[in-house]
Nanobody, 121 residues
Framework: QVHLVESGGGLVQAGGSVQLSCAAS??????MGWFRQAAGKEREFVAA????????LYTDSVKGRFTISRDNAKNTVYLQMNSLKPEDTAVYYC????????????????WGQGTQVTVSS
């Protein structure tokens, strides 16, 4: 069984930075991803990182602003978010994929409870 817990969300001004963390327990040696869901919208892919070779994926809207990383010794995945925009406001979820890095939420078997990030203009 896998248990994922996100932290680090909050209120930040546009142009600011926030780092999200996702602490994993259980079977954690798998690819990890971050998704987000804004109010009234569908959940969307943000970023993903492979288990060990550092391969990463990003959605176009966050490229150059967000960085996903992981510390396998700590079983933790991070999402560093810089140059935040009001449109980045959402609940951010981390997820674990048993099938490698993927843009599709269908490939992620385990999910955290989410953490709110609100970017004020």
């Amino acid at each position: 069984q896998v248990h994922l817990v996100e932290s680090g969300g909050g209120l930040v001004q546009a142009g600011g930075s926030v780092q999200l963390s996702c602490a994993a327990s259980g079977r954690t040696s798998y690819a990890m991803g971050w998704f987000r869901q804004a109010a009234g919208k569908e959940r969307e892919f943000v970023a993903a990182i492979s288990r060990s070779d550092g391969n990463t994926l990003y959605t176009d809207s966050v490229k150059g602003r967000f960085t996903i990383s992981r510390d396998n010794a700590k079983n933790t995945v991070y999402l560093q978010m810089n140059s935040l925009k009001p449109e980045d406001t959402a609940v951010y979820y981390c997820a674990l994929s048993l099938l490698g890095t993927s843009y599709s939420s269908w490939n992620y078997a385990y999910w955290g409870q989410g953490t709110q990030v609100t970017v004020s203009s």
